[in-house]
């Protein structure tokens, strides 16, 4: 489908203005002239205010050389390389913190490769590597910094998974007793949507006008259009906290297990409801309890500042005016194989909700 199908519902999103495609294949923001450019050939709509104020920031961590150690393999990580490595995770830019995994990579021993795939056993090297940069340079900087270091953690992780196996199987899948619930017409999106597994299978099933797929990660984006051979899903480079969608644009808008990945939950949410329709409906789904805090070693992390965060699903859909929960169900379980920690059960709390 042509990259500008879509560009009546979206919008810029550092101010909420529309969007005209140039001959180089940006978006321009036709209020502050702004050209958002693709990374690789995904369509990327990070705002530039974000990426201001992570540059002003990184650049203040305090200037020092670690050696950082994973089982077998060790690292010396110089400040610049650490700032360089979370400017490109702050920015979106996985195909530059992906440079610096392969680095790592390269480092592995043989006995974490299968052929030319990581083993579980190197994925699980390459993650603890990443962990105790965080650990190292845990006591620098504020909160902010804090957060940032452990999305980019996270989003290392998921990178050296998709590169292993192309294809990232740890998406929760929506039961199909909830799916009849749900509109299959209009406009859909979903926010945070990993291999876009749960958004194909609603579009294959349904007669969406317009069908939108976000992720931060531009691995996450590339293995979703990969896999997806029917070609009539928008996918692009977004953050939640600013999504790059026209205002009441939406007739269903998804989200699973990242409420307690992003931030700020309440921005994000606010954001959901910027884009619902009345009359649309949301739905959310997430791991329980939220995983606010992150436990490397002896070292605790909050990823989210505690004035940030949510009670329960209950707690997020009365932070968006007008919804109403239609259908709540606790306990259903969720086997994703994972690359670092094989299978595991999980259990996810959903809710559907209709915006009046």
């Known amino acids: 489908m042509p990259q500008n199908d879509h560009l009546g519902i979206l919008a ?17 923001c036709s209020r502050m002239g702004e050209e958002y450019f693709p990374i690789g050939d995904a369509p990327n709509f990070l705002p530039f205010k974000l990426r201001e104020e992570n540059s ?33 995770a702050g920015l979106g830019n996985s195909r530059g913190v992906l440079s610096y995994i392969r680095e790592v990579i390269d480092d592995l021993p043989n006995e974490c490769y299968d052929g030319e795939k990581l083993t579980i056993q190197g994925v699980k090297l ?10 190292k340079y845990e006591d620098h900087g504020d909160d902010y910094m804090k957060r940032q270091l452990v999305g980019a953690s996270h989003q290392a992780r998921y990178e050296a998974e998709l590169e292993s196996l192309r294809d990232y199987p740890g998406n929760f899948k929506l039961p199909l007793a909830l799916r009849g619930m749900l509109p299959r017409k209009g406009n859909v999106l979903e926010v945070a949507m990993g291999n876009g597994t749960n958004l194909q299978e609603l579009v294959e099933e349904g007669e969406f006008e317009n069908s939108i797929g976000l992720d931060y990660s531009y691995g996450m984006v590339r ?4 896999r997806d051979e029917s ?3 928008f996918y692009a480079i977004a953050d939640a906290h600013h999504l790059p969608i026209a205002d009441k644009s939406m007739d269903l808008v998804l989200m699973f297990n990242a409420l307690d ?20 409906t949301i739905v959310l789904g997430q791991c329980m309890p939220f995983q606010y805090d992150v ?12 004035d940030q965060r949510l009670k329960d699903l209950e707690d997020a859909v009365n932070r968006v005016n007008g919804a109403q929960i239609v259908s709540h169900s606790t306990g259903n379980v969720w086997h994703p194989e994972t690359v670092t920690q094989g299978v595991e059960t999980l259990y996810v709390d959903i809710v559907v909700a209709k915006v009046a």
Do not use: H, W
């Open 56 to 88: 002003f920031r990184f650049n203040g961590i305090p200037k020092k050389t670690v050696e950082v150690k994973s089982g077998g393999l060790r690292k010396r990580i110089s400040t610049g390389e650490l700032t360089s490595f979370l400017l490109n």
């Open 12 to 28: 810029c999103p550092d101010c909420n203005s529309g969007f005209s495609v140039n001959s180089l294949g940006a978006y321009v």
């Open 223 to 226: 293995a979703a259009r990969e």
């Open 231 to 233: 070609s009539s899903i």
């Open 261 to 280: 990945r992003v931030s700020s939950p309440p921005e994000v949410l606010a954001e959901i409801e910027r884009v619902s329709r009345p009359g649309s």
């Open 295 to 306: 436990q490397f070693g002896k070292t605790r992390i909050g990823s989210i500042s505690k």
């Open 126 to 135: 390459v993650s603890g590597l990443f962990n105790q940069i965080l650990v």
